[in-house]
């Protein structure tokens, strides 16, 4: 599966017979060729327990199945897109930044307290992103939506990256990310609105960082 960019808001997916690729419902703008688009309702790669995690945790973004021969528009309410290709790692992404990703990549569902603890159950509350995650892994391409653009930023063992946690998208790689208070930071470097938090990744990957602190 490909996925090209149109632009900075829109991209094309060729859709081939025999594959099949997942989008958000109503992301679709415009299709050639015979393509079928069908609600899916058994969780995607991952199965009915990944379906059913999602649920618990409250990340049941609806999904459509996308199959056919043909080519498709993705867009979603004017937000940035991002395109991701994955070789053989494991994205961790909100699932209402998900635009569009490739069928054969394994899709599940990650506790955020399992990464930092108590303080990555606090990055949930704080972010009001929830304290789970959607997990994308395998090879293959995935589309995610942000506001501003995104920027990929390398993490590196010698260099940890520090993030506002209403700008964090997406990251990949063997990654620890907790969430550490710093008095007076969001207010005088952060563009948040008081709260003294920053998320912390370390490891080796990258994060991915929109320009913005809008959520979608």
Known sequence: MAFREINSKMIEATVLP??????????????KGEV?????TQGGQGG???????????EATPLMTVEGSGTVLFGHGGHHIQVINLTGETLYVEADRLLAFDGTLQQGT??????????????GQVTGQGLFTTTLKGHGAVAVMA???????PIT???????????YVAHHGDVRNKLSTALGWRDMVGRGSGEAFQLELSGSGAVYVQASEEKL
């Open 48 to 58: 009915i327990a990944s379906m059913i995690g999602r649920r618990v945790a409250g």
């Open 157 to 167: 063992p010698q260099r940890p990256v520090h993030v506002d946690p209403q700008a």
């Open 18 to 31: 025999g594959q099949r690729l997942f989008s958000q419902r109503g992301a679709m703008l415009a299709y």
């Open 36 to 40: 079928s688009f069908t609600p899916n």
């Open 147 to 153: 506001h501003g653009g995104v920027i990929e930023v």
């Open 110 to 123: 990650m506790f955020m307290g399992s990464q930092g603890g108590v303080m990555g159950m606090v990055r």
